[in-house]
Every structure is written in C-alpha cells, then in structure tokens.
C-alpha cells in the first residue's frame, strides 16, 4: 500500500508537475508510418494517456541522422516534417493530463549498411556490432561534432513540437558506444579515460542545451553497469551520474544496468519477467544517496533527488 501511495503520488521534474510516477518507458513499438508518428502511433500512447500514466517516453529510439538508419521502424526527427505531427500528439496527450517526452538518438554501429539511405554505418572505433553485425567506421572529430549538432537540433524540434522534453539514449547506442571501453578504443581526446569516453555525451548535452535553452527537459538513459560483459564498471558508471548531476547537464537520469549490445547482454537490458522485478532499482537509490554508501554530488553542486536533480 505505500509503494502503491508512492506510485500514485505527484512528482516534479523542473517546472514539469507529473501527476503520478507512472512511466511508460521508451520503446520503439513499429507503428510509425513514414518515419512519423501518426494516428495510430499516437492512439497507442493515447490509451496509456485515458489509463492514468503520468509521463509518456515515446518514440523510442528516435533517429537524429540520416546516418543512424532505422532498422525497427524508428521516428525519424533529423527533419521539421515532424514537428506538426509533436503538436498534435502533445495536445492530444495534454488532454488527459499526461505528459509526453521523446527518446532521440544515433544508433552507431548497432544498425546495418543496407538500411535507411545505404550509409555506412559509424562508431567510436572499427569493433564490429556483436548483435546487428555492423563494422563500422571510426568516427573523424568533424562528424562527432555534426552529430553533436544533429542532437542539439532533434531537442529543439521536440521543444518546437510542444513536448514537455527529451531523452538522449544512451545505452548501447551511439553515445553508449562512446562510454564503453567494449566498443571505444580511441587514442585521442574521445577515447581512454572515463573523462575522454564521456567528452561526446557532455558535448551533446551542452550543445543541446545551448539550442533548447534553460527550461526544456532535458535527461539521459544510460548504463550504469556493463560488467556482466567486462564493459564499463559500476564505479564508472557512478562517476557518470556525478560528473551529469555536477555540471548539471541533465535534468532527470533514465538507468538500466546491464551490456546490450550481445543479445545475451540485451535481454538483461530488458528484463523481462523470468528476470525479479526492478533489477535496477538499486541505481536510483545509489544515485540518491538513499543507502548512504555514494555521494554523488555536494549539495553546492546540485544534488540528486528521486529520479530528478534539485537546484
Ligand atoms: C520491443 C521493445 C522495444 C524497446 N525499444 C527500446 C528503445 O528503443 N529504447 C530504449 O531505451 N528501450 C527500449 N526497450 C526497453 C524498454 O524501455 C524497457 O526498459 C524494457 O522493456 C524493460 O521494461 P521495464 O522497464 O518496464 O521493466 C524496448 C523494449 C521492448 C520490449
């Protein structure tokens, strides 16, 4: 009954008033058309809307680029052709009083050539995608830094869409692959230390913050964990949440905690129900300090609370 009184009870991300912790996470559920979220698309987060959810991640592995080809009927938001289709959705979602936030991202090398506009595809360092089988090819600085515009641009059509804000994925996908020494073995300035693995995701941030200004929403979905497969530790994936809650680069942490780019590793990602229930609640309460055991950031530096970051 208290979980149930906690669940239920409102909670607050910035100015963002949610009306409970109900949260339909991102998922990329194949029903765009035209790389758009259409009538059904919506219809099917509408429902979830009329049944009481409080926030609404949608679009699961939305693609940013041309050069993240979409290989499970992603949206595509690299373009403004979405931005009416955002409106009508947030409106419609607005309705029932839920609030609607979009999942963008670049897929790397966890895509294939021979999908969207035939691009190769592009990652930290020549390591083939151990599930979708893709070599990519190392990233030069000038296309992470378009990529981070590509990033700063997709929020800001979210922004211009009317949605209460954005999720940048990291998990697996491209600025995943930056983090994990598994598919990062750069020698310059991206690649090495926690700090030089991190650079690209700090930069998408800052970039996106620059575009999309203070008050729109903006949080990260990442991997705190990845030593089932000898990836990133959970140290790492500590420092990470301190060093995005220190410089305040994101406004609400999304954690799950496992290596998903094996398909073994993916199933843990997405545990299902042969797996215990919430196996990575245990993140939140380390990131709020909840067990005492982790400090995450001073309270001058901003501290985190709940899912979010006070100021
Ligand atoms: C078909 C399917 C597609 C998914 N697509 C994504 C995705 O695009 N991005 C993402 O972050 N997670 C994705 N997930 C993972 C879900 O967000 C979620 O974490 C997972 O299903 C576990 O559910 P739970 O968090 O409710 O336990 C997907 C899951 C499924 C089953």
Redesign the pocket.
Known sequence: MTACKSLLSPFSIKHLRLKNRVCS?????IYTQDGLPQERYQRYHEEKAKGGVGLSIFG??SNISRYSGSIFGQIYVGDDRVIPYFRAFAERMHRHGAALMC?ISHLGRRTRWDSGDWLPTIGPSVIRDPAHHSVPRAMAVAEIRRVTQSFAEAAYRCKEGGLDGCEL?A?SHLLGQFLSPLSNQRKDEYGGSLENRMRFLLEALEATRAKVGDAFIVGV?FAADESNEGGLTPEEGIEIARQLGKRGAADFLNV?GAYSSTTHGLAE???GMAFKS?PYIRWTQIFTDKNKKYKICTQKEGKWSGLTKTP
């Open positions: 996470v991102g998922h990329a559920p699961g592995s999942q994925l998990t979905r799950n990602t997405y545990a919430a």
